[in-house]
């Protein structure tokens, strides 16, 4: 297994290009479901989840080219052949579940195996399978399977998600587009990454209003068309790399990066005393001399703080001066990379879903594990202001969800190499 290795240095200086959105490109992909004409996906990010969504696609029978290196998308579902997806693929990530939504409203049936859990938390798709039966779908649960069915297609509906979830919401979305009448889905998701779903849904043809709000409404239509759609810049990526300068020191602009996509991540970074300013080619950060401050932070659904950038703000207040508190109300076990820190000298109290950060000068270097995507991109951020060596192990967690991120952090100053793993 590959593993990182960082060597705390000096201040950042150079500008980091930002790719399309991980959880836009997931969805939009298996869209193409919902027509049997072709769908261009363009800025797509060349992530191993990207590959892993090809492989099930490919595995129901839709083609999916990637060209230009990866940064194109060639689907087409005009082959579907098969109406299951399989444990095997679907084990190994959870977006999979996007196949259900799809598959159900274009051919009335899917047989889905469930994701089971995963390391930040139980993760259900309850919602997901909720959403789908208010819209007349029959679903059996069986050997680890969901059978769906929905004889003479889907309905319109009203439905009220009772929490906010980002693919439940995506799931029904997709599906009412080919649904007969008009759904109403309230309490949605408000994500950058929904708003991307449905813009790319209305290139194709689908009739939805509200995407961005709390009140998505879709007045379904017979068929949908292909289209070309250019995946939205990934936030999650843009917030950690804000966060290089910011612990680090220096200043990096990054590149494709919008302040909107990130307005409550930016302002807390701004409480923290780190300047972030918006430039002709997207966003400028950076740290005098000097600690930031300790602020608190509060997880929640868009527009709010982004539970995908909590791990990586610890690590920032980790040398923050003072005392930070940092909520995590979305999954039920997210701190997973707080004992890495503390190997690293951090001083953090974790008390369910509460992390009390005391900071502290200065992070020593040391061997740390990832446990997931971001918990891992947290201990390479805590690495670049680290006294000494910091190697973590496992970055094929990393792999997932950020490109060459040694390159990318490499081309502004930072001392960092992948080292190839035996296996
Ligand atoms: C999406 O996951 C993202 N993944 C996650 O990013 C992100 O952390 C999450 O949204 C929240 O923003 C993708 O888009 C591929 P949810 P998702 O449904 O859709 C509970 C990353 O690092 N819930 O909004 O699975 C759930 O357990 C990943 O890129 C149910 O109870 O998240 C959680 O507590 C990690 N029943 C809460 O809702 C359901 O049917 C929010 O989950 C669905 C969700």
């Not at 290009?17 to 769908?39: F, H, R, V, W």
């Not at 979305?173 to 309490?187: C, D, I, P, S, Y």
């Not at 999650?236 to 409550?264: D, N, R």
Request: charged residues 20%; negative net charge.
């Amino acid at each position: 297994m590959d593993k990182i290795i960082v060597k705390g240095g000096g201040a950042l200086s150079g500008q980091i290009p930002i790719a399309g959105a991980k959880n836009a490109c997931l969805t939009l992909m298996p869209a193409t479901l919902l027509s049997d004409e072709p769908l261009t996906l363009t800025n797509a990010p060349r992530l191993s989840d990207i590959r892993t969504m090809t492989t099930l696609l490919q595995s129901l029978g839709a083609e999916v080219q990637a060209l230009n290196g990866g940064r194109v998308l060639a689907l087409s579902s005009h082959g579907l052949n098969n109406h299951t997806a399989d444990y095997d693929i679907v084990r190994k990530m959870r977006a999979s579940i996007l196949v259900l939504g799809p598959m159900l409203a274009r051919d009335g049936r899917a047989i889905v195996s469930l994701p089971g859990g995963c390391a930040i938390g139980a993760r259900p798709v309850d919602l997901h399978l909720r959403a789908l039966e208010a819209m007349g779908a029959t679903l059996d649960l069986r050997d680890g399977y969901v059978h769906a069915e929905a004889k003479g297609g889907l309905r319109g509906a009203v439905f009220e998600f009772p929490i906010v979830s980002v693919g439940a919401t995506e799931n029904a979305l997709m599906a009412a587009t080919l649904a007969r009448g008009t759904t109403v889905l309230r309490n949605a998701a408000r994500e950058p990454e929904i708003v991307d779903l449905a813009q790319c849904l209305r290139r194709m043809g689908a009739q939805i209003d509200g995407e961005g709000s709390s009140t998505i409404t879709i007045q379904g239509v017979d068929r949908l068309n292909g289209a070309t759609h250019p995946v939205v810049t990934d936030r999650i990526e843009l917030g950690t790399y804000m966060l290089a300068p910011a612990i680090a020191g220096g200043a990096v602009e990054l590149l494709g990066g919008k302040l909107s996509l990130v307005a409550a991540f930016a302002e807390r970074l701004d409480a923290a005393g780190v300047t972030v300013e918006e430039t002709a080619a997207g966003l400028k950060v950076s740290r005098k001399n000097g600690r930031v401050s300790a602020v608190d932070v509060r997880t929640e659904p868009f527009p709010g703080f982004p539970t995908d950038l909590q791990a990586q703000m610890m690590a920032l207040l980790c040398c923050a001066d003072g005392v930070s508190v940092l909520e995590e109300t979305i999954f039920e076990n997210r701190f997973m990379h707080a004992p890495e820190l503390m190997r690293m000298g951090a001083r953090i109290d974790v008390h369910g879903g509460t992390a009390t950060v005391t900071g502290v000068d200065r992070l020593k270097g040391a061997p740390v594990m990832a446990t997931d995507l971001r918990a891992s991109v947290s201990l390479i951020l805590a690495g670049l202001a680290a006294e000494g060596e910091t190697v973590v192990n496992r970055v094929y967690h990393l792999d997932r969800g950020y490109e060459r991120v040694e390159e990318k952090l490499g081309a502004v100053g930072a001392r960092i190499e992948r080292v190839r793993g035996d296996d």
